[in-house]
């Protein structure tokens, strides 16, 4: 299943790369000191140019713990905001991964809906680098989205998974037709 409805809103299943859909908002995977790095973070900066930098420079002191999230504006992205959203590295499941990560992206939408955006793309958060396993990621991330969908959303209409590899989007199928 690669589309969802949930009370009138719905969550898409894509496979590509992230940088080239547009998007109102789109979430970047990113890590608390808010100092870019490779995986998507160095795709979304590299695409977006240096404005994003700068902005996460002027708000870093803030901080930005593991599942919260900042929002910056998109530079030269396809969208207008971009949120940086800190998901959890995998140690093993038993130090709280799971409520990190549904919070990395409820923290995300609730600042997506704070700035009215109607479409949110979302990477597959702590997957990559962090090493969370994909079939278990998979149903928090969108347990998680679809439960702010019926429960919260006023703005956002569409919540898109923009998936990079055939391995990452047939796990985020499996998990949709499973909800
Ligand atoms: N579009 C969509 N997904 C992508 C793209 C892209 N252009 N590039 C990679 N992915 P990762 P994490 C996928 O490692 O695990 C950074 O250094 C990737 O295949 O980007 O949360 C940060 O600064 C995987 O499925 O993020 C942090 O230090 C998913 O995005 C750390 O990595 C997430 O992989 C965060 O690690």
Redesign the pocket.
């Known amino acids: 299943m690669t589309e969802r409805g949930f009370g009138g809103r719905r969550i898409r299943l894509v496979q ?6 547009p998007a109102d908002a789109i979430v ?4 608390s000191s808010l ?10 900066h590299d ?1 977006g140019g240096p404005s994003i930098m700068e902005e996460l420079d002027r708000i870093r002191g803030q901080g930005c713990p593991t599942g919260s999230a900042v929002m910056t504006g998109a530079g030269d992205l396809p969208a207008k905001h971009v949120i940086h959203a ?2 959890p ?1 995998w140690r093993g499941g038993g130090k709280g991964e799971e409520q990190l990560l549904a919070s990395a992206y409820l923290s995300s939408l609730r600042l997506a809906e704070k700035a009215g955006a109607a479409v949110v793309t979302f ?10 396993p ?1 079939e278990k990621a998979a149903p928090v991330a969108l347990g998680a989205v679809s439960e702010f969908l019926k429960a919260e959303a006023k703005a956002v209409r569409e919540a898109q998974f ?4 055939r391995f ?1 989007f047939a796990a985020y199928e499996a998990a949709l037709g499973a909800l």
């Not at 590509?16 to 859909?21: E, L, M, P, S, V």
């Open positions: 590509g790369d992230i940088t080239r859909c970047n995977a990113a890590n100092a870019g790095g490779g995986g998507v973070d160095g795709a979304i695409a800190v998901g590295r990477p597959s958060i702590s997957t990559g680098i962090y090493g969370y994909v923009v998936l990079f590899d990452t």
